[in-house]
C-alpha cells in the first residue's frame, strides 16, 4: 500500500514538476525583461519627477517600439529612419555590431521572405549525422576545368541566433515541406515540435 502510494506521489509530483517549470522559467524571464527595460528608462522620469513609480520605464519602452514601428510603415517615417540609420553606419566601431545584429535580426523576421529560403536537413557534421538547418544561399567553387555547385546551410548550434554556415553540395540536402515558422519553432523547441513524419521534397521549391 506504502509502495502504491509512494509511485502515485511521484507520478503526481513529477506531472506538477513539468507544469511548473515552463511556468516558472516563462515567468523569471518576463520579470528580468521587464526589470532590464524599465531600468533603462527609470533614471530620466526619476530625475523629472523626482518619484519612481514602478514599471514607468518598461511602459514607455513600448509605447516608444510602437511608435516606431508605426512611423516606420509610411514614407516619412521610412525617410525619418534612414537617416537615423545612416547616422549609425558612420559611427566607426558602432557600426559594425549594429550591422551585424540587424542581419541576424532580419534573418529571423517573419516578414523577411529572402533571408531563409527553405528549412532542410544537411547531412552534418559528417557522412550519416543529420541536422536541422536553413538554406540561405548559392554559390559555385570554381576552379581552371570545373565548377561545384553548393548550398549555404546556417545550422543552429545554441538555441537559434548561434550557429555555423556550412557549405554542402546537392546530394548532402534534404528539402522538406516544413515551411520556415514552423522550423523556427522546431529549432527552439529542441526538436520537440517536430513532427513525427516529414515530407522529403525533391527539389527546392522556387
Known amino acids: 500500500m506504502l509502495v502504491k502510494a509512494s509511485n502515485i506521489f511521484k507520478r503526481k509530483f513529477l506531472a506538477g514538476l513539468f507544469i511548473t517549470i515552463p511556468a516558472v522559467i516563462s515567468i523569471s524571464v518576463l520579470l528580468i525583461l521587464f526589470n532590464f527595460v524599465d531600468g533603462i528608462l527609470r533614471p530620466l522620469f526619476y530625475l523629472f519627477w523626482g518619484v519612481y513609480i514602478p514599471g514607468i520605464g518598461f511602459l514607455s519602452a513600448l509605447i516608444i517600439v510602437f511608435f516606431i514601428g508605426v512611423i516606420s510603415t509610411n514614407v516619412f517615417g521610412k525617410t525619418i529612419l534612414g537617416y537615423i540609420e545612416r547616422f549609425f553606419l558612420a559611427i566607426p566601431v558602432f557600426k559594425s555590431i549594429y550591422s551585424a545584429v540587424k542581419q541576424l535580426v532580419n534573418a529571423f523576421s517573419p516578414e523577411n521572405k529572402s533571408s531563409f529560403k527553405k528549412f532542410v536537413i544537411a547531412e552534418y ?35 537559434l541566433y548561434l550557429g555555423e554556415i556550412v557549405l554542402l553540395d546537392e546530394r548532402s540536402i534534404i528539402y522538406t515541406d516544413i515551411p520556415i515558422e514552423d522550423g523556427i519553432k522546431i529549432i527552439l523547441s529542441g526538436g520537440i515540435a517536430a513532427p513525427q513524419i516529414i515530407m522529403a521534397t525533391q527539389q527546392e521549391n522556387k
Open 125 to 159: 557534421p559528417r557522412k550519416g549525422i543529420y541536422a536541422f538547418g536553413f538554406l540561405t544561399t548559392e554559390c559555385s567553387i570554381s576552379t581552371n576545368d570545373s565548377s561545384l555547385a553548393m548550398k549555404t546551410v546556417y545550422i543552429p548550434t545554441n538555441n
